[in-house]
């Protein structure tokens, strides 16, 4: 005769062993159940981001255990490819407010970034992983790199300019105005091998915490409550807004030329070259302070560009959306095959922080998870395969099995 309980037997053990696989508890745990008395033991399923306690990342921290690292994930084999497999996410340094803008330079040896907020740059050296205060004050920059000259490119925030560091110390002001108005706040910078560099200039500056809000009656101050003078040198507050968020180039010669109008890309932040600089790629982030408009709709862009460094056939490369969530862009970076790496903020949708892989087809391949919003990215390390990212208060790194295209 059959056991009336043992449906209901069953159905209890199975929802019991779906419910720990779901929470992330693990084998161990499934293990010690008496359910789950005829599973055969095996290792407990690694940590990872999805957790509850998350993973701890520093180098203090437990190992993967595993080969592969649990939070390097693959979407598309190819991506085996790319990803290093026993290499391991290390988060390097924490500290920071908001950190942004990561740069190699190649002949030191060395990681620098933008503590945004705490207005400075940061320098990880990587002989002993020694972190120390590089430039204070920093102009509340944002987006930093190198050029093929090996010269220090910055986008200051408080100073609405770009900034070039010189190889004897010195210090070149390579934008601050376009047709006589002063820029918003230069978010992100690369070079071109032609002399030339390409910014972004959205309105993210224009705030208490990254910068300084606009002089009384401008976009971001239209009330003038706020004083935009307080804590601030001689000279700074005193700007308003005055230009759509554009992209611009500025020619070795000086000039400063319009290259992608709001537009086409509204509120652009983050931008690279393809490994031949065929390709311009823009990522287009959320609505800026004294924004009138809709803002960027968190997705990327992509032009070709032309012989004339004209840009043509303008259309969207990626939404940035998975598996329902936003996975909003920020800093960019190709690799030699010309996949594109995307930093992605999703916001407290934990799990979907972290790094999106695109191939060149905007297909996406691959991705990593932190424990943090992932705002910029840059490839480094001696042979220039190691991937560095910038979260939010914190820097993680992890090696890859190619390497990022062009300095910076």
Known sequence: MTDPHADTQRDSSLSRRTLLKATGIGALAAAASPAFAQTPPGPAAPPSTVTSPPRDFSRGGAPTTYFSDPDVLTIDPVFSNYAQPNAAIQRIWTGALWAEGPAWNSQGRYLLWSDIPNNRQLRWIEDDGRVSVFRTPSGNSNGNSFDFQGRQLSCEHLNRRVVRYELDGSATVLAESFEGKRLNSPNDIVAHP????????????????????????????????????????????????????????????????????????????????????????????????????????????????????????????????????????????????????????????????????FNPAGKLIGRIRLPEVCGNITFGGPKRNRLFMAASQSIYAVYTATQGAGPG
């Open 194 to 357: 032609d002399g030339s560099y390409w910014f972004t200039d959205p309105p993210y500056g224009g705030q208490l915490y990254e910068g300084a809000p606009d002089a009384a009656g401008g976009p971001s101050n239209t009330s003038g409550r706020i004083n935009p003078r307080l804590g601030q040198l001689p000279g700074i507050g005193t700007f308003k807004r005055e230009l759509p968020t554009n992209c611009y180039r500025i020619d070795p010669n000086g000039r400063i030329d319009l290259v992608v109008t709001e537009q086409q890309v509204p509120d652009p932040n983050g931008l690279c070259f393809s490994p031949d600089f065929k390709k311009l790629y823009i990522a287009s982030t959320g609505k800026g302070p004294g924004d009138t408009g809709p803002g960027g709709k968190g997705d990327i862009h992509v032009f070709d560009v032309g012989a004339d460094n004209k840009l043509s056939n303008g259309k969207l490369f990626s939404d940035c959306m998975l598996d329902g969530v936003k996975c909003g862009p920020d800093g960019l970076r190709c690799d030699v095959d010309g996949n594109l790496w995307s930093a992605s903020n999703a916001g407290r949708a934990v799990g979907y922080n972290g790094v999106l892989v």
